[in-house]
């Protein structure tokens, strides 16, 4: 199976994602999103990156949050999701332990 990424630039980046340059600059300080190459002085982005900043416009349109707000939000939502896993797992466990006694 062949994975492929799409990359987009900044201009392209804001294109597909609707943030102005302003507020992609403010959410990849903020940690919401990392580019591919941050060291570059011309940023690229791939297709995950614009799926994550379109759930944070989600976000904000709906709870009305200002970015450092969406930041700590999507960072809750990743370890309540994380959290879940670990305790499906321990279930998961518990109950091959019990079906062995």
């Known amino acids: 199976m062949v994975s492929v990424t799409v990359t987009f630039t900044v201009s392209e980046f804001c294109l597909h994602s609707g ?3 302003d507020d992609l600059s403010e959410i ?14 011309e940023w690229l982005f791939d297709d995950l990156a ?3 900043v379109r759930r944070a416009q989600r976000l904000r349109q709906e709870l009305e949050l200002d970015w450092p ?3 700590v939000a999507l960072e809750l939502m990743e370890e309540v999701k994380r959290l879940n896993k670990e305790n499906h797992q321990l279930h998961q466990r518990l109950a091959q332990f019990i079906s062995h006694l």
Not at 29 to 41: A, D, M, S, T, W
């Open 50 to 52: 614009l799926l994550r």
């Open 28 to 41: 990849v300080g903020l940690g919401v999103v990392e580019p591919r190459n941050p060291q570059e002085p």
């Open 19 to 21: 943030v102005t340059r």
């Open 69 to 71: 707000g969406i930041a």
